[in-house]
């Protein structure tokens, strides 16, 4: 009998119970059967909405009709015309603000699962071995890309396409920015940033990884060597802190040093690598972004018997990816809502034993459009704890930003840029991705990286293009 869908289908996926013995990816991809029957049911719209959601500007119609003519190596090249990095974007993409926000089948149905199927044939390629790229003869010009996550890697990627020669600069010793320390194996596997950073070296990338620009060598070190514009996309890599009483308690660990021990430094794989990571009976997670049910998690894999996420507002406003949550809570995760913590607790020995929180309720909408978390008089309470994880935001690593004289910072600490080109106050510097807006999404990232290598290249072929900088 033929397999039909009856609606939008659902991403098959490990039992919880199975998926916290180990770090091992959960969602196990759509079946071909699946993959080509969704894709159907796209309306191929003459003027797509869909595409105007996506930050990289995928012919998103072009691949869904070639998907369901099963024509899948002709729709993976046709999504790498836009994107480098499709098995990532189909992972760890939130399609359900961006291009499935936009589905006009979203109106009065369900939309077309796009990242589902961006996943599933950049899934088929890897089955059938990637394609190697045509190399585009040099044009002549050297460019310098600060930073391998998305924003670089896709800048770097584009620019070589045009013919540019590349080199990015990582200040770690593998790249992939936060797609290696900051996003856990059962979510994004490392092997699969790998094969994409590999295609991006197809291209003819090349990558010097433990080179922190601002220390190991400066811009003006490599405008001497060559190199006639930059792309610093670095990332948001200096973690926020509560700033209450009792935060620097042994036990108290920020996410970003919690995920990279984790992830990069695999500490789940201790003692086979030697980067420990504690982890008591109880495991408090602070926060409510996607960071945080990482982090939670992990903690659920690390063997903690108990993980509660302290979040300040309701579910409803959690910026994490409602997938995220649901998985979560699935594993024995415990969300509690509209409670803020207010100190840590330590024992003699300077560990920490206990949050104690508050209650809250929600008041008017703030800045951001959410309402405003407001404290309950005399409702505080603790929660006995042997772990905290602080995941509560990152904002700009000042190592490089401190060391280029003239580079203009916004009141926040990040890079002031043209939010459509990428341009700084420095001629020939262009910037993008979380050093920019502030932490944001792998998708928004990339994008930014994808204009900045589109504004360079202008550059590079006439600087006039550019009058701020004459």
């Given at each position: 009998?033929?397999n039909?869908?009856?609606g939008?289908?659902k991403?098959p996926?490990r039992?919880p119970?199975?998926?916290?013995?180990?770090f091992?990816e959960v969602?196990?991809?759509?079946?071909?059967?699946?993959a080509?029957?969704?894709a159907k049911?796209?309306?191929q719209?003459?003027?797509?909405?869909?595409v105007q959601?996506?930050p990289?500007?995928?012919?998103i119609?072009?691949f869904?009709?070639l998907?369901?003519e099963?024509?899948?190596e002709d729709?993976?090249?046709?999504?790498k015309?836009?994107?480098?990095l499709p098995?990532?974007?189909?992972?760890?993409?939130p399609?359900e603000?961006?291009?499935e926000e936009k589905?006009?089948?979203g109106?009065?149905?369900?939309?077309?699962?796009i990242g589902y199927l961006e996943?599933?044939?950049?899934d088929?390629?890897?089955?059938?071995g990637?394609?190697p790229?045509s190399?585009p003869s040099?044009n002549?010009h050297?460019v310098?890309?600060?930073?391998?996550g998305p924003?670089?890697?896709?800048?770097?990627?584009?620019?070589?396409?045009?013919?540019y020669?590349v080199t990015?600069?990582?200040a770690?010793h593998?790249?992939?920015?936060v797609?290696?320390?900051g996003i856990?194996?059962?979510r994004?596997?490392k092997?699969?940033?790998a094969?994409?950073?590999?295609?991006?070296r197809?291209?003819?990338v090349e990558i010097?990884?433990?080179?922190?620009?601002g220390k190991?060598l400066?811009?003006?070190?490599?405008r001497?060597?060559g190199y006639?514009?930059?792309f610093?996309g670095?990332g948001?890599?200096?973690?926020y802190?509560?700033?209450?009483p009792g935060?620097?308690?042994?036990?108290?660990?920020?996410a970003?040093?919690?995920?990279?021990?984790?992830?990069?430094?695999?500490a789940?794989?201790?003692?086979?690598?030697?980067?420990?990571?504690k982890?008591?009976?109880r495991?408090a997670?602070?926060g409510?972004?996607?960071v945080?049910?990482?982090?939670?998690?992990?903690?659920?894999?690390?063997g903690a018997?108990?993980?509660?996420?302290v979040?300040r507002?309701?579910?409803?406003?959690?910026?994490?990816?409602?997938e995220e949550?649901?998985?979560?809570?699935?594993?024995?995760?415990?969300?509690i809502?509209?409670?803020?913590p207010v100190?840590?607790?330590?024992?003699d020995?300077?560990?920490v034993?206990?949050?104690e929180?508050?209650?809250m309720?929600?008041?008017?909408p703030d800045?951001?459009?959410r309402?405003?978390?407001?404290?309950?008089?005399?409702?505080?309470?603790v929660?006995p704890i042997d772990?905290?994880?602080?995941?509560?935001?990152q904002?700009?690593?000042p190592?490089l930003?401190e060391?280029?004289?003239?580079?203009?910072?916004?009141k926040k600490?990040y890079?002031?840029?043209?939010?459509q080109t990428g341009a700084?106050?420095?001629?020939?510097v262009?910037a993008g991705?979380d050093?920019?807006?502030?932490?944001?999404?792998?998708?928004s990232?990339?994008?930014?990286g994808?204009r900045a290598?589109r504004?360079?290249d202008?550059?590079l072929?006439?600087?006039?293009?550019?009058?701020?900088?004459?």
């Amino acid at each position: 009998m033929q397999n039909r869908l009856s609606g939008r289908p659902k991403m098959p996926q490990r039992p919880p119970k199975e998926r916290i013995k180990d770090f091992e990816e959960v969602p196990l991809g759509l079946p071909e059967w699946a993959a080509v029957e969704e894709a159907k049911r796209c309306l191929q719209c003459k003027k797509p909405q869909c595409v105007q959601g996506c930050p990289v500007e995928i012919d998103i119609p072009g691949f869904l009709k070639l998907v369901a003519e099963g024509r899948f190596e002709d729709a993976i090249a046709k999504i790498k015309e836009k994107n480098s990095l499709p098995a990532i974007c189909g992972r760890v993409c939130p399609q359900e603000t961006q291009c499935e926000e936009k589905c006009v089948l979203g109106k009065k149905g369900q939309p077309i699962a796009i990242g589902y199927l961006e996943r599933f044939v950049a899934d088929y390629e890897r089955e059938k071995g990637i394609r190697p790229p045509s190399a585009p003869s040099w044009n002549g010009h050297r460019v310098a890309v600060i930073g391998s996550g998305p924003a670089g890697l896709t800048c770097a990627g584009d620019l070589a396409k045009m013919g540019y020669q590349v080199t990015i600069f990582e200040a770690l010793h593998a790249p992939g920015g936060v797609l290696v320390y900051g996003i856990p194996e059962f979510r994004l596997p490392k092997s699969i940033v790998a094969q994409e950073v590999d295609y991006v070296r197809s291209l003819g990338v090349e990558i010097e990884l433990s080179c922190v620009v601002g220390k190991t060598l400066t811009i003006d070190d490599l405008r001497e060597e060559g190199y006639e514009a930059f792309f610093i996309g670095t990332g948001a890599g200096l973690p926020y802190f509560l700033n209450i009483p009792g935060e620097n308690l042994n036990g108290i660990y920020s996410a970003n040093e919690f995920l990279t021990r984790t992830n990069l430094m695999k500490a789940y794989l201790f003692p086979e690598f030697d980067t420990p990571v504690k982890i008591g009976r109880r495991v408090a997670v602070i926060g409510g972004g996607n960071v945080a049910m990482d982090a939670a998690r992990c903690a659920l894999r690390l063997g903690a018997e108990e993980v509660c996420l302290v979040y300040r507002r309701t579910k409803k406003e959690m910026p994490a990816r409602v997938e995220e949550v649901e998985r979560a809570e699935e594993e024995g995760v415990n969300c509690i809502i509209l409670t803020n913590p207010v100190r840590f607790i330590g024992n003699d020995n300077g560990w920490v034993t206990g949050i104690e929180c508050i209650q809250m309720e929600l008041g008017e909408p703030d800045e951001s459009g959410r309402r405003r978390p407001v404290p309950i008089p005399g409702s505080e309470f603790v929660i006995p704890i042997d772990t905290v994880v602080v995941a509560i935001g990152q904002g700009p690593n000042p190592l490089l930003l401190e060391t280029i004289k003239g580079l203009a910072l916004n009141k926040k600490g990040y890079i002031a840029a043209d939010p459509q080109t990428g341009a700084t106050s420095l001629p020939g510097v262009f910037a993008g991705g979380d050093i920019v807006t502030g932490a944001a999404t792998v998708i928004s990232a990339m994008g930014a990286g994808k204009r900045a290598a589109r504004s360079i290249d202008l550059y590079l072929k006439d600087p006039n293009k550019f009058p701020q900088w004459r």
